[in-house]
């Protein structure tokens, strides 16, 4: 099994023809620009311990001779109520929103392709029921109302709103495979892989999933900015982070009953969610139309 891993991962690059894809995705302006915010976004967040003009400003700190103050040279984005500057605060929350994408997507992605592959191959069978209409429950729940649901119960955490949000996040991963995997499973590769004695398993994740890869890739680059702004608006209404961590959503709602005398509070949180989904937007776009034949 760990060979027949390392082969499928060796021959990888060649089945999905990178270069060729790469030039299709370089061909974009708009691609690349995302390609860049996204680069940034998680620079931004890796290092900004080490960036961030003020960093022990993202905790526990407390000036108020400097509270309040409007955007300036040493405070290129104003400080806040307690005389912190917002700045660092907000590269701090690239690492919060960043990571709660990252988590999010990590539990819910293998859950809902793996799934949604076993719903289409064995599509027509129990199993196909099974899992697509537990998947329709949860589907037919809108994911913001779901996740207020489930965070209400929970208290109010990073962690416990990064499980509400994956909690209704897997179905969508699950409906997207399970109509590309059906739709492969009656072509000649398939066949000629079960005429050849080839296990239920390897089709799956040999000959199915990768031409898989682009619609995932696609919808898991998009869904980063689907969930940052979800995690952000739990924590604008108190079910996620909770001060003084420096997340993006709870420095909107802090700064919301400032409004509009000192907009920088809430402004500059706002746009920064605003840069890194529309980056991730953009680089979506890129994928989608990296892994699209060309019709001419």
């Known amino acids: 099994m760990k060979i027949d891993l390392l082969n499928w991962l060796r021959q990888l690059p060649r089945k999905l023809d990178l270069k060729r894809r790469w030039y299709r995705f370089s061909r974009s302006p708009l691609s690349i620009v995302g390609l860049v915010i996204a ?26 001779d400097d509270a309040l103050q ?23 929350g690239f690492q919060y929103s960043l990571s709660m994408a990252a988590v999010v997507l990590t539990l819910v992605a293998p859950v809902g392709i793996v799934l949604g592959l076993v719903a289409g191959y064995y599509r027509g069978k129990w199993v196909d029921t099974v899992v697509m209409r537990i998947a329709d429950v949860f589907i037919a729940v809108p994911p913001l109302v779901l996740a207020l649901a489930v965070a209400s119960v929970l208290t109010p955490s990073t962690f416990n709103s990064m499980m509400a949000v994956s909690l209704m996040w897997w179905p969508w991963y699950t409906r997207l495979v ?44 998009l869904d980063v900015g689907w969930v940052i702004l979800l995690g952000s608006a739990l924590s604008f209404v108190g079910l996620g982070a909770q001060a003084p961590t420096p997340d993006l959503g709870t420095m909107v709602n802090g700064g919301a009953r400032f409004m509009p005398q000192f907009w920088w509070l809430s402004i500059f949180p706002a746009l920064a969610i605003v840069f890194i989904i529309l980056g991730f937007n953009l680089l979506g776009d890129g994928i989608r139309d990296m892994f699209t034949e060309e019709s001419r």
Not at 39 to 48: K, N, R, Y
Not at 70 to 92: A, K, Q, V, Y
Not at 202 to 211: A, Q, T, W, Y
């Open 39 to 64: 680069i940034g976004s998680i620079g931004i967040a890796l290092f900004a311990p080490f960036i961030a003009p003020y960093p022990k400003h993202a905790g526990l700190y407390v000036n108020l």
């Open 70 to 92: 409007p955007p300036s040279w040493s405070h290129p984005f104003g400080t806040d109520e307690d005389g912190r500057d917002i700045l660092s605060r907000t590269m701090f």
């Open 178 to 221: 399970y109509s590309t995997s059906s739709a492969l499973r009656n072509e000649y590769f398939v066949q000629a892989a079960e005429v050849t004695g080839a296990s239920s398993g390897h089709i799956m994740f040999s000959e199915i999933l990768p031409n898989c890869l682009g619609p995932i890739l696609t919808k898991l680059t």
